[in-house]
């Protein structure tokens, strides 16, 4: 699918000799100039059982398309999407790229897994999600104006009763490795989740007797619990610190004191453990012994995702349906080999 005033993928599609099963369509102009409008105009030309999305500088285990398709034979007919583990290629680029992989290892490898075993709603990521190609026509694609339509569609596949279910078999990606093109991305990731959080609010009792209550509560943490906990996130730190500096700890056997301080401290280490114990956990269990050091520094890297989701707030406010593009093909190391300098571009 390409933009018909895409002149440039046009002409580097033309020079390719590609295979017959190999359909170039042009998207009829209009707007939104969305991905998921993209999608939503090859969705009734897919002519397979299945359909699956990869991001261009995607490099997918070989064995993920036979995988999914055991999966889906041998799974009910209410499983709808495989979510597969999406991993960070470049990691050695910079130290962004170190923490964006810890957060996609926690992500992938340890939190995701755990909804769609416990059966609870799962905001998709936006590639590597195999699908019904029948269910994604029922629930009529995917929300072109929405700038994360994996998020959403995550969210409506659970509200139409539908499960997702976790391939447990990788895709490389590449992460901006510097702070303008990551900031631009997270953007509009945080934009998106407040975007899906006011679509699916607009009928909570509705969305109680599909999701129940740890359904319900699953998705609120999930979506719009994201952007609040990244908003309040930086005065959180700010009055933990001011907390201790200004006021010693109760010496006195006051209970309610104690009570005041011992809720602080433990909500506060309760964080840290949030931020640390998943992306040690993804570390571990991929062998990454190198890369868990770096999880001390997790904290700093949140207070960036806070920035962007304030961001996000004021570009909801102004540019709401504006898609941040990320370039790619700029990675400089790969743990595999996989990506490089003049990899593709999207």
């Known amino acids: 699918m390409i933009e018909a005033d895409d002149t440039a993928t046009a002409a580097a599609l033309a020079a390719q000799s590609l295979p017959a099963r190999f359909e170039i369509v042009t998207a009829p102009a209009g707007l939104p100039r969305t991905k998921p409008r993209a999608l939503n105009v090859a969705l009734p030309l897919a002519r397979g059982e299945h359909l699956v999305v990869y991001d261009a500088e995607d490099v997918p285990d070989p064995g993920q398309l036979k995988a999914a398709a055991a999966l889906f034979r041998a799974g009910p007919v209410r499983l709808a999407c495989l979510q597969g583990r999406l991993v960070i290629d470049n990691t050695a680029d910079s130290w962004l790229t170190r923490c964006f992989t810890l957060e996609y290892s926690a992500l992938f490898d340890v939190l995701l897994p755990l909804l769609s075993a416990a059966h609870l709603p799962v905001p998709l990521g936006g590639t590597t999600t195999h699908f019904r190609t029948r269910v994604l026509r029922e629930v009529h694609g995917w929300d072109a104006w929405n700038v994360t339509e994996d998020a959403d569609l995550g969210m409506r596949l659970a509200l139409a009763g539908y ?184």
């Not at 943490?221 to 609040?228: E, I, K, N, S």
């Open 163 to 346: 499960r997702v279910g976790d391939l447990p078999l990788a895709t490389l990606e590449e992460a901006p490795a510097n702070l303008y093109p990551w900031l631009r991305q997270r953007v509009r990731w945080m934009k998106g989740f407040v975007q899906t959080a006011i679509t699916h609010s607009r009928h909570p009792v509705r969305a109680l007797r599909c999701l129940g209550p740890l359904g319900l509560l699953c998705a609120v943490a999930m979506v719009p619990g994201t952007v609040v906990s990244a908003l309040a996130y930086p005065f959180g730190i700010l009055l933990a610190f001011w907390y201790l500096a200004a006021g010693p700890l109760p010496d006195a056997p006051d209970f309610l004191a104690n009570l005041v301080t011992a809720t602080g401290v433990t909500v506060f280490l309760a964080g840290l453990g949030a931020m640390w114990l998943p992306a040690l956990a993804g570390c571990l269990r991929r062998g990454w012994w190198s890369l868990a050091p770096w999880a001390i520094s997790l904290p700093v890297y949140y207070l960036l995702v806070s920035l962007a989701a304030w961001l996000g707030l004021v570009e909801l406010l102004l540019a709401p349906y504006r898609w941040n593009k990320t370039a790619h093909g700029r990675a400089v190391t790969s743990r595999t080999g996989a990506m490089r300098r003049d990899g593709p571009q999207s």
